[in-house]
């Protein structure tokens, strides 16, 4: 067996590949540290299981260290703007729900959404459709939810004074 | 006892309707990720009040089976389990949907459901007594033994480097003892926050986890979600029974497994179809190509899956003991009716328990038009929908969703934080299935553990408490083979191929 | 986003509107739409049963739905701890269980006081009680007291979760039995339930209502009530056998703080109306539970003396010093 075969490839680039081992075992460890505050009932099960993810971490990087590693070339890649404009505008959706209500929040961010999800140029005719399927979809969900299945979704605080 | 008397009985115009109706918004409750088969027959039983018990039996029997069933489309078309049980459907589904076999993945997962529906229901109407005696042998230490075994499967779900797959199920553990305890009662990794108080509800983590990292690829490039291929190709029927005819042993394993997993009130749907996959690929010649788009995968866990359902009733009908969360809403309403479980279900209320019976046999009939009909809608629709807005619509169901579990906006924030996590830590090799498989196994192995700790200290020999019993020992033995059968397996190939063409190297991407 | 801009105004417009007229109504028109009933535990428990119960009879007396709702979690926590969120119109009213509103904040922070909970009415509980298998060596409750005895610890009793009602009553138990038993928590009372059925312990810190449920396979050595439940006539009470015991889980509703007056009496009203329905008591008695009233006008009083039985008992387990 040649060496080049014996090398690990990274799923993403080499140096990520050493650095997640190594917040494993920091959470591991802030694990194990956190339980010596419990009882010994409740201790017991996380303390072992931080105990075998920081072993599995440490071998892993020794793993890593011993048959060396190089990087993965092939990685998919794509828009990182639009992936984290699609996490805040989720995010904040979540956190202006209870304020605005579930109605209000939830066409906002549909078109927010949609905005991102779009990757060729608007016509105006093609933005009307949207707008007017976002609109039919939301209420259908909210149809669904709130009068069919009882799950009182919120009507949002800053109009209820 | 006419058994076939009751079983026309439950096939009245009124009743067939019912069923018909019950299961098809079953599957379509079951479908949108988030709404579960819980929560489907918990809206129900208000409702349900209102007709004769009959009637009330066979619709929530109707909507419960096309929940479970329903929660293949999520998992196969934007690989998210609609339900729990569905998490094993997302391994080959999804990827079978992304190449453009999404059509085919559907109408296996239709067949396989009908199949594992019946097999359950038969064993509900036949050993049903006889198998409620084994729920009961299966105490604390035999619950932490099963768990076991069950991470034992991690090495079968992390491709590429299990020590990976160990961290990633260490994480996963280590999630499900956020929270109040339910043994010691102490109050774990919240970090003072009220959020994590209540835990991380596994459905939430599920979407987080499967659902949003889908989503964050989505969004980045202009290519469509799913492969699909010019010519139509209608449902694939005829494709999908030669699948099913090939895997008939596969099918009818699996579907006995799922009906021995459910009838342990303390495991469940997600267990049972996590179980039938591993020993599907463990049977396989083709083992590589699990996880990668195999049919045989898809099968495996929808026959399991929907072999829950009547496997669940039997410690619930016989026991008074629910087997599945949804059993118990459905043990709720049969109470508030008047009903009382046990030995008389079988003499005194027989006709009320045959129809039930009858009417889920009914039920999982019904799934084979239904499911194929509104699987090939719900196909369709995926495929034709733009991404501007699939996305939205996506997003939408993972939020509403969440929120609906518990009606909690904090579960929601738990789900999007989880699902930049799980995309992170898949870019960087470690898949979701270790994660979900620790988290869901979490509980059921700590409180196995500590319970079974407890008694071994009142009992005096902690050994025999945890190695005493026959289970314990079977279990023991099961998980061994589990670890070390792919190296057996492994060893004995080598030895009849001996090619050097395999390379040593991992590709962990 | 014009357009959804002006269709967000207009649906805000609408809602402020609808809360506006809510608001307005008088009680005693309440209530004039579906009230939601929060159970802060999952389906299929004690709770959810009661309340599936009640639920038929609040219709007949309302004409309005009381449609029941889950948000389970942290053994009751997370739903409490989101009640003072919840519009306080008497539209949203939640499930309150004793021991729990007063021992689950006790010594730590849980999210919620028990201060927070505006109870307006209790309406039963379910006695704890002793249960064996039916194949049982335990004849009485001397039996196990005396093998208690004999080995310390050797008798394991299961129950559902720590610092729970099963869990004060081994205590309180132990203490005035002066025996020391193991106590085993499970996740709620089906799973420890099934573990009594199977043989992994020898006795379960239960209810009433469990004993009603599997009638044909445990029976119970002695109950925490007052008086023999009417279903088991012969069963003796603890008292009955020389021990202080009187408890178990209570259940009552709950409103978020500065729900109007008026309202909560209406609500105590009404579900003081459902418990005197017959046909409820006769439900309600054949699946083991005991109904009591505890209207919106006792409640201070009933609290204040749970607490001081509770405190007690916490001190006892260590949870407070």
Known sequence: MTD??????????????????LLFIAMSALCIWQGRDMSQLGAVFPTTIAAVTLAAGVLRLGQLALRGVFSNAARQRGSTPRRVLLVLAMTAWALVMPWAGFLLAGLASFVTLMLIAQHEPWTPRRLLGHLITGAVLVAFFYGLFAVLLNVPLPVGKWWMG | MDMLSYALGALSPVNLGLALLGVASGIIIGALPGLSATMAVAVLVPVTFGMA?????????AIYTGAIYGGSYAAILVNTPGTPSAIATTFDGYPMAKRGDGDLAVTLSTLASVVGGLVGVLALLTLAPLLAQVALSFGPVEYFWLAIFGLTLISALSEGSTLKGFMGAGFGLLLSTVGVAVVGGDIRYTFGSQVLLGGIETVSALIGLYCIPVLIDLVATPEAHLKVDEEQRGIRLREGLAHAWLGKLNLLRSATIGTGVAILPGAGGSIASLVSYSEARRASRDSASFGKGNPQGVLATEAANNATVGGGFIPTLVLGIPGTPPDAVILGALLVQGFRTGPELFTTNANITYTFVAGLFLATILLLPLGLLIGRYAFKSIITIPKALLVPTIAFMTVIGTYAIRNSISDVIIM???????????RYGFRPSPIVLGLILGPIAEQGFVQGFLMGRASGSYATTFFGGPISLTIIALSLLSVFYPLIKA???RRRGHDGGDSHQETSS | MRISRSIALATGFGITIAAGVTTLAAADDFPSKDVQYVIPFGPGGESDISARLQQKYFEEITGEQLVV???PGGGGAVGWSQLSDMSADGYTIMGSNLPHIILKPMGKDVGFQTADLNNFFYFHYSPDAILVRNDSPFETLDDLIQAAEEAPGAVTLSGSGTYSAND??????????????????????GAAVTALLGGQVQAEWGYTTVAANHQDKVRMLAVAAEERHPLFPDVPTFQELGYDMVGGAYRGMAVPEGTPEEIQQRLS??????????EFQQKMQDLGFVLMDVPLGEMDDFMAEQHRVYEA???ELGLID
Not at chain 2, 53 to 61: D, N, R, T, V, Y
Not at chain 3, 269 to 278: A, G, R
């Open chain 1, 4 to 21: 080049a075969t014996r090398k690990v490839q990274a799923a993403c680039s080499a140096r990520a590949e050493f650095l997640l081992p």
């Open chain 2, 53 to 61: 018990p009959e009637s009330a039996l066979i619709m929530l029997g």
């Open chain 2, 416 to 426: 999007l934080t989880l699902g930049v996590v799980g995309w992170l830590l898949n």
């Open chain 2, 491 to 493: 060893r004995r190939a």
């Open chain 3, 69 to 71: 709702q889950y948000m």
């Open chain 3, 168 to 189: 004060v009553a081994n205590t309180r138990f132990q203490q005035l039995a002066d025996v020391t038993t193991t106590y085993i928590p499970f996740k709620g009372t």
């Open chain 3, 269 to 278: 009203d009404i579900f003081q109306q459902i418990n005197e329905n017959p």
């Open chain 3, 313 to 315: 008992t916490a001190r």
